[in-house]
Antibody, heavy 118, light 107 residues
Framework: QVQLQESGPGLVKPSETLSLTCTVSGGSISSYYWSWIRQPPGKGLEWIGYFSNSGSTKYNPSLKSRVSISEDTSKNQFSLKLNSVTAADTAVYYC????????????WGQGALVTVSS | DIQMTQSPSSLSASVGDRVTITCRASQSISSYLNWYQQKPGKAPKLLIYAASSLQSGVPSRFSGSGSGTDFTLTITSLQPEDFATYYCQQSYSAPFTFGQGANLEIK
């Protein structure tokens, strides 16, 4: 069974960089699409971006200048970096695996709450 | 970006009822429409992908339909565990935008 687990600091200061890692078990990140999605407290879901096994990456234009997603196949992990954070970036961050051929997020991590505050 | 609009944003129903939630895209997305269920404090769960395909393990009382710009999620014979928030998402064109959610409450 595929499992995803987010990890990283739960508190980040304004203007600094948010860094999260997703560790995948039960499957290789060398296949499928792998995404980050976030949810501010009490609000809806926002798609951040993905990378795919073909090597392509796509980001949400609303975050594009601040976000990067990278992979470490040796550790079967992928990571999110979001720089110049503000309080508006406070959210639960989820890593997901896409369902082949549809783009749907089939597997989800449990989520990691990241608070931006001084 | 493609905008996704769900209606209603909230609804109340009773156990055993039939419920329909709609999702409209700001442009045609073919059948690249997914539905998720989210309960408080939990990650969303994929229910329906490609507009009408039932995800493995999801009860058959959930069904999806539509193509182009208009889609529906139908739950027949509501069960107590179905009270949750439901989101649609388009995966036709990045960014893969979500609807604002529909909160299904017990009447």
């Amino acid at each position: 069974q595929v499992q995803l687990q987010e990890s990283g600091p739960g508190l980040v200061k304004p203007s600094e960089t948010l860094s999260l890692t997703c560790t995948v078990s039960g499957g290789s990140i060398s296949s499928y699409y792998w995404s980050w999605i976030r949810q501010p407290p009490g609000k809806g879901l926002e798609w951040i971006g993905y990378f795919s096994n073909s090597g392509s990456t796509k980001y949400n234009p609303s975050l594009k200048s601040r976000v990067s997603i990278s992979e470490d196949t040796s550790k079967n992990q992928f990571s999110l970096k979001l720089n110049s954070v503000t309080a508006a970036d406070t959210a639960v961050y989820y890593c997901t695996r896409g369902k082949y051929g549809s783009g749907a997020a089939e597997y989800w991590g449990q989520g990691a709450l990241v608070t931006v505050s001084s | 970006d493609i905008q996704m609009t769900q209606s209603p944003s909230s609804l109340s129903a009773s156990v055993g009822d039939r419920v329909t939630i709609t999702c409209r895209a700001s442009q045609s997305i073919s059948s690249y429409l997914n539905w998720y269920q989210q309960k408080p404090g939990k990650a969303p769960k994929l229910l329906i992908y490609a507009a009408s395909s039932l995800q493995s393990g999801v009860p058959s009382r959930f069904s999806g339909s539509g193509s182009g710009t208009d889609f529906t999620l139908t739950i027949t014979s509501l069960q107590p565990e179905d009270f949750a928030t439901y989101y649609c998402q388009q995966s036709y064109s990045a960014p893969f935008t979500f609807g604002q959610g529909a909160n299904l409450e017990i009447k």
